[in-house]
């Protein structure tokens, strides 16, 4: 009998453990914003992205992902962080893999790196406008053939790709302007032309690759209001800005995309109301 009592002792505390971990991970998941949002400092709005990096297939999620969940629960890709001018960002970063890192070098932030197991905390106030590519800037430097590495040589962390977009709060737009930037014809129409105050939306496709990280799309004196960057060939990004400078302003692509395009100029002439 006494035998049996400890069996059921026994059994009852391992289900207990199984059950219990799990259930633990997920309360501290669920609870560590708290931790996050004390740390930032504030200024406009808080927002708190928690960023889980996944090698396979390579991505950032905003789903929670805790290893034992990975397997049924398909995560969602994250690509798009959008906030406003003067918002606090704050991004915790964990991985359930491999080490992956966290990069926007449009604002020089990263490489953050993380480890399985581990939580990195950001936060930075968005203070200028525009479009910014964010990505994983880990390189694989797996040599053997692990696990592992066969998942990171396989899927990669090229694949950790977004933009972070810091819009101005504008109302509609005044005038609407689409500009197509390809090594041809560089910035296509190469003027483009807005009045004092007026809110500009701002269209650019892309036909190029440029030298692998897209085009950009930037205008002299207007570098913290529109600052497009990393547009994909065959992607377009749209954009708001206020042109409240008059005068002729250079267009120029802010991301390196090679001779032609690095090259190419448009201007961005803004007259009297
Ligand atoms: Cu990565």
Redesign the pocket.
């Given at each position: 009998m006494n035998e049996k009592i400890r069996e059921i002792v026994v059994v009852t505390a391992m289900i207990a453990g199984f059950i219990g971990a799990p259930v633990f991970s997920h309360y501290y998941e669920a609870h560590r914003d708290n931790v996050a949002v004390a740390a930032a400092p504030k200024s406009g709005k808080v927002h708190t992205f928690h960023l889980t990096?996944i090698?396979k297939p390579?991505m950032w999620t905003l789903d929670s992902v805790e290893g034992w969940n990975y397997w049924w629960r398909k995560p969602t890709r994250f690509s798009e962080m959008n906030v406003t001018k003067g918002d606090t960002v704050i991004i915790t970063l964990t991985?359930i893999d491999?080490?992956?890192?966290l990069k926007i070098p449009a604002l020089g932030i990263g490489p953050i790196e993380v480890d399985p197991g581990h939580l990195k905390t950001i936060s930075f106030v968005a203070d200028r406008a525009g479009s910014f590519p964010f990505l994983?800037?880990?390189v694989c430097s797996c040599t053997g053939t692990g696990f592992a590495c066969t998942l990171?040589k396989k899927h990669?962390?090229e694949g950790?790709t977004g933009v972070l977009t810091v819009t101005e709060q504008l109302g509609n737009p005044d005038v609407k302007i689409a500009v197509t930037v390809s090594e041809a014809k560089g910035f296509d129409p190469p003027e483009i032309k807005a009045k004092v105050g007026d809110v500009v939306e701002l269209t650019v496709n892309s036909k190029s690759n440029g030298v692998g990280q897209g085009v950009g799309f930037c205008i002299s004196e207007y570098e913290t209001k529109v600052d497009i960057q990393g547009i994909a060939n065959g992607d377009s990004r749209t954009f708001k800005f206020r042109a409240d400078k008059a005068g002729s302003f250079s267009i120029y692509s802010s991301t390196k995309a090679g001779e032609k395009i690095d090259a190419a100029a448009g201007s961005f002439v803004v007259g009297p109301k």
């Open positions: 990096g090698a390579g991985s491999v080490q992956h890192s994983c800037g880990t990171v990669g962390h950790m």
